[in-house]
């Protein structure tokens, strides 16, 4: 997958999250849950294209393995929005489906990264 069909993907993930957060119930919880998701869902985008910026390869892989983080993250959080019952598990399953795809690309890129030297991070895209 390219860098740009990765990116759209994540941008699309975010805004989704986004427009799910806006119709969460208000509540104490939901507000917490809901802060922390937005966060997390939202800067893999952002970390990705900070991807490209990087110094070097070894920097790459590192803002890889903060969008690794990030993912995981997300994933933890839409998991206890859905296991508390705040909002309805037909709307967070999909996003979950799609956190957790976005995690497989990212970890398979680390890994194929680690296994080939690098001359320049913006040749690299998975």
Known sequence: ????????????????????????PASNSSRVIGSQILR???SIGANYVACYRAKSSRDFINKLKIIEEETAETIFWLELLDESG???T???TPLRTEANEILSIIVASIKTIKNKPLTSPSRTTK
Request: proline share 0%; aromatic share 6%.
């Open 1 to 24: 997958m390219n860098k740009e069909i990765l990116l759209r993907r994540m941008k699309l993930f975010a805004l989704r999250v986004i427009r799910m957060i806006d119709k969460m």
């Open 40 to 42: 997390s869902a939202t």
């Open 86 to 88: 705040i909002f309805e």
């Open 90 to 92: 037909n709307k967070i």
